[in-house]
Structures are given as structure tokens and as C-alpha cells.
């Protein structure tokens, strides 16, 4: 090996060290907490992992194309569901994208060094380094771009085919990487036509190469393309989502522009403002590097001929494509597939620099601005953005505290959360599928569900919100309860002895039974003076006897006289329990849930005597509208409805 040789082999490996520490540094600890679309794509892992499920397309979470989880899927078994598992396979693939770019940029400029410079820009760019460390399908844009160019360029050089069948493969698993890589085919097909029309001697060999690529990405991407002409909805999903206001019906052309400015200066002014995807406002480029690539386009415009160059600064531009058309420009995630392209401008920057000045001092300090620029990488990701209280937020800590905090309860126990989102992916993926089966959600500003001890010796745990209601009523119904802090102001946990039954204050004791579904204990009643224009407000116990899978709501009705129309109903309230927090589908056989109602009197509502009532019936999508049968005491049917007292309504 010559010393060239060795020295570039020296380069490329400490390209490729750099890359790493910068990736792996601290992976446990960065970002913090642990993002839902991550937990997505650890949950659909896991899925693929067991053997469960093997997708074509993940048609959860707006729609996912599934490499990242099948990636993912080779790590858990050997780590685990460890929070950073996803993250992990996000450096590897950071790691792979930055040694593509090398080969891309050595293909492209050989034996100019521009692929060596190249990696080691895009291994210290804050815009790759954020996206490695975020266990998400973004990062597999920017290196299934490097890749597709890499061979794609190594077959122009060499003429190998098989270099072009290994872009267009390269090409199709991008396609089944990411949504916004789609519109990444049209840099090769441009690069081709600049290439056909500036060496037109060799037309029929980049044809021919051309027509072999293009046919390795159709059968690369294939099974993945007769899932959307099979399901043409899921294609255009999340790319009507994102683009109503550019490219929608109701779309304007001066947002589309606005969108390009933002995109555009995203790179030079303002990036950004998503605290996951970037130190909000932080421009992709920082004041180095924009000199850099400033110099790489007046490079580029003394070299204009060259098909490399033009085929550069149309990845740069199809790369930022995504951003421009859609939500939220710039937005950095939507636009890795730029990356590459980026690092190679300012490379090419860098080269053209060195060459245009001579002396050892000048040169030493432009080895000086480049390291400087990596070190403003470093400050800006693990100082400034690492120490952002905003990351907190951005990254579900609250949600990943929530699980640690329900993982520690007494195996076994029943475990509830308020208030918590249903599909919080986040706590179900870091409490495991066993102890997710036991989550209970309410909202306890509305509601309360408690445990009525079946089996009495049966622990539980409840995180609870620091309201005005939820953590009093808690403690009023079991006073021998255990409060725990929480680091979170607005949380508590709260622990309940097993065989400890509910101490519930209700005016009237009333025993009903709706179906075998539910039963109803009591209730209190508010009825002072009780006038148009005023309110009711009812506080109902219901005991759950066994689950549905129905979506059932209870109503509450004033019945009176018959009005003109026919109709006896006055006033009424039709709801899911908990104001829809805790659905029938969601009960457990034994819960005990003091649920609140309240009822508008109509100001035209005649003074005179009511009847208030209260019954269920299957009120979901789809639902029959039936009523649930009414037993009492004995077992005796008694209607669709319970009576619980007549109710005066005075005159105004």
C-alpha cells in the first residue's frame, strides 16, 4: 500500500472514529425521554421481533413506510426494550450514511480528496448528528440517498452494471424507508439526463446502466407498490396531510413561495423550530460552513460543464423539496435526503479554499475554522440544546416518568393514569405488553375510577394529576392511601393498600343492574332552587360488573309532560363515561367509577314537576342506538331506564 494510500485509509478511519464518538457519546442520556413516533417504531419492532406481524406497510401513526422497524427488530434481541434500542440502529445507520458519502464524493471527484472532507463534514453537521440520535425513519433518507449516488457514480466511472443494479437497490429500500424520499428518484433521472447530454459518446452504456437501475428499484420496491395500488389511500395519506395548504384545493400559491423562503432560509437565517428536529431557530448551516458552501458554489460556477457539480445542486434542491411543499417549513426531518449534498458543497468549498491560497499560515488556519466548526457542533447538540428545559417536552419525559412510575408498583397490581392519552406509544412500549394489558386511563377532573377490590387482595397504583379534584377525592376515598412526589409539579403517585375498599359519600343508595354490564350503586343530587336557565348536576356510582367491546354512553333525561311535538324529553345529557376518557371498551370488571353530569334547563323550560331518569345504550360508531334492559333488585326487569326522583322546577 502506498503512502497515499495509507494516509487516505488513515483519513477514512478517522472519518468513520469521529462519526462514532459523536453518535455514541452519551446515547443513553441523549435526547432525553423517549418521543412517541420512536415508541411507534419500537412497538411495531417488537411486533416483528416475536413474529407477530411482518408488514408491508405500517399503516399506524398516519402511515410508515417499515424499514426502520424491521432495522430495529435485529437490535431487541439482543438488547432488550431498552428506550435507546431505536437510537442505536439510528447511529449505525448515521454511521453507514456518513461512509457513503466518502464513496459518493470519491466517485464523484476522484483523487481530489472531496469525499474524505465530505464525510468529515456531514459526521460533525448538526443536521445528521441530531437525526442519528433519533430513533426514527429520517436518518434512513440521507443514507439511502449517499448510497443510491455512490454506486450510481461508480458505475459512470467503471461502467460496471452491477454497480447501477446495486443503485437502483439502493434506491428501492429508500423508497421503503421514509415518505419524503420519494421524491428523491428524480436526482438520478436528472443526474442521467445531465450526463447523456454532456458526454453524449457514451449515451448508449448510461442507457443501458440507467434501464438496469431503474429496473433493480422496481423490483426492490415492488411489493411495497402493489400495497398502494392495491390501497392508493395510504400512498397519498400523509402527503395530503402535510400539503393541504401548498398543493390542496384550498392551497395558495404565496404559501408555496413562503414555504420555499423559509426552506431556503433554513439553511442560512432561521432553521428549525421543532426542539426535536433542531436547536430551535439554529440554521443548518453554521457561519463557517455557510462561508464554505459559498465557496463551493463559485467553485462550482468555474466548473459548470461538469455533470458532477450540476447533479450536486439538484439533490440540493429535490432534497429540500419535502420542506417547501409541505407543514411547518424549514423542517429539517423532511429534508435529510439533502444532507449528502450539503456535505459535498461545502467540501468542495473546503477544496477550492485550500487551492486558492498557498501559504502554510492561511492553510493552517482554514485547518483551524474546520475544526472550529465541528466544535460549535459539539457546543450547539450536547451543551446548549442538551441542557434545553424544552427537550423535556419534546421528548415524552413526563410520559417516560409516568411508566417508570407504574413499572415500580407491586407485581400484579392494577394501575391507573390520569390524565394519560389512550394510545400514549411511549408508556405502552416501556411497560411492557403485560403490565400495558392492566392500564387503566381516566381523566380525574371529570371522573374518578377507583378499584372496588375484586380480588380484595389485589394492590394498585394510580398516577394522578395535581388538580383540585382528582388527588382530594383519592384521598377521601381511601385515606390509607400512599402519596409519593413525583419530579413532575403536576403529578403525583398514588398507592393503594391491597383490601382496602372506597369510602363513597352519596346522598342516595339506588341498586340497578343495566344488562350485566353495569350496576348502579347511588348518586347525589343537586336540586336547590332549581329555576330556568340554571343547571343540575348529578354525581352517579357505577360498579363495572364485566368488559364489551362495545362503546356504550349513559343519559341522563328530565322527562315531563308531552310537549306539541311528542316529546317528553326537556333536558338531557348523552355521553361516554368520564366525558370519554374511560369508554366502555376501556372497563375492567370491578372498577368502581363516580362519574358527574350536569343538565341545562332550557329557559323556556314551564315551572312544574319533572321526572329525572338514567340508562345506557350503545351510542359508538356504528352502534345500534339500543337501549340496555333494566333489572332491579330481585332480578326483575324494569325497562330501559332507572326513574331517581321527581324534581320541582320553580318559576323564574
Not at 429500500?173 to 428524480?186: E, I, K
Request: charged content about 15%.
Amino acid at each position: 500500500m502506498t503512502l497515499t494510500a495509507w494516509r487516505r485509509f488513515a483519513l477514512v478511519v478517522g472519518v468513520l472514529a469521529l462519526a462514532a464518538c459523536l453518535r455514541l457519546w452519551r446515547i443513553a442520556e441523549l435526547p432525553p425521554g423517549l418521543h412517541h413516533d420512536e415508541a411507534f417504531h419500537l412497538l411495531r419492532a417488537q411486533e416483528i421481533a416475536r413474529g407477530q406481524s411482518f408488514p408491508v406497510y405500517i399503516i399506524g401513526n398516519n402511515g410508515n413506510e417499515p424499514l426502520f422497524a424491521y432495522l430495529t427488530s435485529l437490535m431487541l434481541p439482543m438488547l432488550g426494550p431498552l428506550a435507546w434500542a431505536g437510537r442505536l440502529m439510528a447511529a449505525w445507520v448515521g454511521l453507514v450514511g456518513v461512509a457513503f458519502t466518502v464513496r459518493a464524493g470519491r466517485e464523484m471527484f476522484p483523487r481530489q480528496g472531496i469525499g474524505e472532507l465530505a464525510g468529515l463534514v456531514l459526521a460533525a453537521f448538526y443536521w445528521h448528528l441530531n437525526f442519528s440520535r433519533f430513533g426514527s425513519q429520517p436518518i434512513l433518507a440521507a443514507t439511502a440517498a449517499a448510497g443510491t449516488m455512490a454506486a450510481l457514480w461508480r458505475g459512470v466511472r467503471t461502467g460496471s452494471y452491477g454497480a447501477y443494479g446495486l443503485s437502483g437497490w439502493m434506491l428501492g429500500l429508500g423508497l421503503w424507508a421514509y415518505v419524503a424520499f420519494r421524491v428523491f428518484p428524480l436526482v438520478p433521472l436528472l443526474g442521467g439526463l445531465i450526463l447523456m447530454l454532456t458526454q453524449p459518446a457514451r449515451r448508449r452504456h448510461l442507457l443501458v446502466g440507467g434501464m438496469i437501475a431503474g429496473g433493480a428499484a422496481l423490483v426492490t420496491y415492488a411489493p411495497l407498490g402493489l400495497f398502494f395500488f392495491q390501497h392508493p389511500n395510504w400512498f397519498f395519506n400523509r402527503f395530503n396531510q402535510t400539503t393541504e395548504s401548498t398543493l390542496g384545493l384550498n392551497g395558495r400559491s404565496a404559501a408555496l413561495w413562503i414555504n420555499t423562503y423559509r426552506t431556503v432560509g433554513g439553511l442560512f437565517l432561521r432553521g428549525d423550530e421543532n426542539w426535536r428536529h433542531n436547536l430551535a431557530g439554529r440554521p443548518a448551516l453554521d457561519p463557517i460552513q455557510q462561508l464554505f458552501i459559498a465557496a463551493g458554489g463559485v467553485a462550482g460556477l468555474r466548473q459548470w460543464r461538469q455533470a458532477e457539480v450540476w447533479t450536486l445542486w439538484v439533490w440540493l434542491v429535490v432534497g429540500l423539496l419535502p420542506a417547501a411543499l409541505t407543514l411547518e417549513a424549514p423542517h429539517f426531518g423532511r429534508t435529510t435526503l439533502a444532507t449528502p449534498a450539503v456535505g459535498l458543497l461545502v467540501a468542495l468549498g473546503i477544496r477550492a479554499v485550500w487551492r486558492w491560497i498557498n501559504r502554510r499560515v492561511m492553510r493552517g488556519l482554514l485547518a483551524v475554522a474546520v475544526l472550529a466548526s465541528v466544535c460549535l457542533t459539539l457546543v450547539d447538540y450536547f451543551a446548549r440544546w442538551a441542557n434545553n428545559a424544552n427537550l423535556l417536552e419534546a421528548f415524552d419525559v413526563e410520559q417516560v416518568w409516568i411508566a417508570q412510575a407504574l413499572r415500580a408498583a407491586p407485581t400484579g397490581a392494577r394501575l391507573y393514569a390520569t390524565p394519560l392519552e389512550p394510545n400514549s406509544w411511549t408508556v405502552e412500549y416501556l411497560l411492557g405488553p403485560e403490565a400495558f394489558e392492566r392500564l387503566r386511563v381516566f381523566d380525574g377532573s371529570t371522573c374518578l375510577v377507583m378499584p372496588f377490590m375484586t380480588p380484595p387482595a389485589t394492590a394498585y397504583a394510580i398516577v394522578a394529576a395535581k388538580d383540585s379534584h382528582t388527588l382530594p377525592a383519592l384521598r377521601a376515598a381511601f385515606p390509607q392511601g400512599i402519596e409519593s412526589a413525583s419530579p413532575w409539579q403536576e403529578l403525583a403517585v398514588y398507592q393503594i393498600p391491597a383490601g382496602q375498599a372506597p369510602r363513597i359519600a352519596l346522598d342516595v343508595s339506588r341498586e340497578a343492574d343495566f344488562g350485566g354490564l353495569v350496576r348502579i350503586v347511588g348518586y347525589t343530587l343537586t336540586t336547590e332552587d332549581l329555576k330556568p336557565g340554571r343547571q343540575i348536576h348529578l354525581k352517579v356510582a357505577w360498579q363495572v360488573e364485566q368488559a364489551t367491546r362495545a362503546a356504550y354512553k349513559v343519559f341522563v333525561h328530565l322527562i315531563g309532560p308531552p310537549r306539541t311535538d311528542g316529546s317528553i324529553i326537556y333536558a338531557q345529557s348523552d355521553v361516554e363515561p368520564c366525558a370519554g376518557s374511560h369508554p366502555t371498551w376501556g372497563w375492567s370488571p370491578g372498577e368502581l367509577i363516580l362519574d358527574s353530569y350536569t343538565l341545562f334547563l332550557p329557559e323556556d323550560l314551564p315551572p312544574g314537576n319533572y321526572v329525572l331518569q338514567t340508562g345506557w345504550y350503545d351510542g359508538g360508531v356504528g352502534g345500534t342506538g339500543e337501549r340496555l334492559s333494566v333489572f332491579d333488585q330481585g332480578g326483575q326487569p324494569s325497562g330501559d331506564a332507572v326513574k331517581l326522583e321527581q324534581i320541582h322546577i320553580n318559576a323564574p
